[in-house]
């Protein structure tokens, strides 16, 4: 059982441990093309935001990557996520 936070500990959100752990899992891939992407949020609708970083800024693949890949394999293993979405 989880214990409640206190003012020094953040509550910790069990959905976006989840999903960072899977975006852990992606992560190498990105890098080994020179990018790198950063989990911003989780909203309450399940939609993740995400950040991408180095050579996935303005990769005209980036698009494809986020659809096909992240997004994906975020709702195959996560029935919570309902989507991805990119900010700058």
Known sequence: MQKPA???E???D??????AA???LIR???QDDGGDLELVEVRDDGIVVL????ACVGCPSSNITLQ???ERQLRDRIPEVNGVETVS
Request: proline share 12%; hydrophobic share 35%.
């Open 68 to 70: 096909g890949g992240i």
């Open 10 to 12: 953040p509550r910790v």
């Open 6 to 8: 206190t003012e020094s």
């Open 14 to 19: 069990p959905l976006r441990e989840r999903v």
């Open 28 to 30: 190498p891939a990105i």
């Open 51 to 54: 950040r991408f970083h180095g």
């Open 22 to 24: 899977i975006l852990d």
